[in-house]
């Protein structure tokens, strides 16, 4: 590996490092109960939540969370099960119906803790009554391939939903819920992470309507019925049942960009973080990027050399083509466009959880030969930009950044180092 890469990697590893549960968990525990501790929760990342709430928790507890294929973390106490993302199935449909048991029946004196991170969405299929587990799997697919923004898919998938928009916490009540959230969502709203199912907030089926009508999302049939029919909405925020529970942010990507750029400047080299809540078609960010970076070698502006922009956020992408990849290595290779023959640019996009897409790399490396070396191969970079096959193209270089799970999730995670 290059020293530029390993740079890169550095600050990846201290991003994550910034937002693992071992660390961040501890200083955000609510007090013992005088009845009992209650666990329940979802995410990509929620096992290692679990396993770091075991270790810091001074008291009796028992719970269940729910987690992707693969992502599982030994727990004692806490029993972590397994279910498809970034599409549903069965195993999460039986999980969800899992979590409801968890919280049935509690008193006012029990305490639920909601260990709630990215990848919820998809892990706690609960179609309302007249729709099907089919329905919910096809809503997702149709949202992953719009190109919204997170927030108005999870505004959309709380509406059709039994669990999502508060719903489980309500179902909790008279206990009160603590939600501890490891925030993915640009601007950290707790509601839209995961589609916050113990956090309700005040959008409406209307609302879904008409932000699939601004997106064009062409929603199901049945989808569309259930949402004009206006007959079950979340619940309200000041509904009383949510009255004594406590929500906290407990990692973001705002912390860990922090964290990467006080490395950074550690290792003598500015650090400029850009936004961390950056949204839009992941190929069109790419071309921004590029623009800022192409400055600073030319102009040497807005930002003197050498630098390393560092941006965080969630991109979308709106399939046009049937490749391989995902959001940070589309990104990674619309850049690669963007930046070819300006020397001295080498970046990093990756997603924190550590896999992008549905492939098994994080993201992808890019350089101002990226370009090029695909052309040596005889191939086209836009070709593979054009049918979304980013993950191929970085295949044929091997430049995938393999991490494996990382245990945590706070979004994209992108560097960009402009050299002397």
């Known amino acids: 590996m290059s020293g530029e890469r390993a740079f890169l990697t550095r600050l990846f590893k201290a991003a994550v490092a910034a937002a693992d549960p071992e660390v961040v968990l501890r200083p955000f525990l609510p007090p013992r109960p005088a009845g009992r501790t209650v666990v329940v929760g979802a995410g990509k990342g929620v096992a290692q939540l679990a396993r770091a709430l075991e270790n810091a928790w001074d008291g009796p507890l028992s719970g269940i969370v729910v987690t992707r294929y693969g992502y599982g973390a030994p ?103 603590a939600s501890l959230i490891v925030s993915d969502i640009p601007g950290d709203n707790p509601a839209l992470v995961g589609s916050g199912p113990t956090v309700p907030d005040s959008t409406t089926c209307q609302d879904a309507l008409n932000a699939a009508e601004r997106y064009n999302i062409p929603l199901p049939a049945v989808v569309r019925r259930h949402l004009e029919a206006l007959t079950v909405e979340s619940p309200c925020p000041d509904d009383p049942v949510f009255q004594k529970n406590t929500v906290q942010i407990i990692a973001s990507a705002s912390i860990s960009l922090e964290a990467a750029a006080a490395v950074s400047e550690m290792e003598g080299i500015r650090a400029v973080i850009l936004s961390d809540s950056i949204e839009g078609e992941a190929r069109d960010i790419a071309q921004m990027h590029a623009a800022i970076a192409r400055e600073i070698v030319m102009r040497n502006r807005p930002f003197p050399k050498p630098v390393v922009l560092l941006s965080g956020g969630e991109t979308t992408v709106t399939l046009r083509g049937k490749g391989k990849g995902g959001r940070n290595s589309e990104f990674a290779l619309g850049l690669a466009i963007g930046i070819s023959g300006i020397e001295g640019i080498h970046a990093l996009a990756a997603d924190t959880d550590g896999i992008d897409g549905s492939e098994d790399n994080a993201g992808a490396f890019a350089d101002s030969f990226t370009a090029a070396r695909l052309y040596q191969y005889g191939l086209d970079p836009e070709i593979f930009l054009r049918r979304n096959d980013a993950w191929t193209a970085f295949s044929k270089l091997n430049d995938l950044f393999v991490t494996g799970p990382t245990g945590t999730n706070v979004n994209d995670f992108r560097a960009i180092l402009i050299s002397e």
């Open 75 to 177: 727990c004692e106490r806490i029993r972590v099960v397994e279910a498809s993302h970034p599409v549903p199935d069965q195993a999460g449909l039986e999980a969800t119906t899992l979590l409801f048991e968890q919280v049935r029946g509690l008193e006012p004196d029990d305490l639920v803790i909601a260990l709630i991170c990215g990848g919820s969405s998809a892990l706690l299929p609960a179609p309302p009554e007249g729709l099907t587990l089919q329905d919910e799997m096809s809503l997702n697919e149709v949202l992953l391939a719009s190109g919204a923004p997170i927030s108005v898919m999870n505004m959309i998938r709380k509406q059709v939903s039994r669990i999502k928009g508060g719903r489980l916490a309500a179902a909790a009540w008279p206990a009160r819920v």
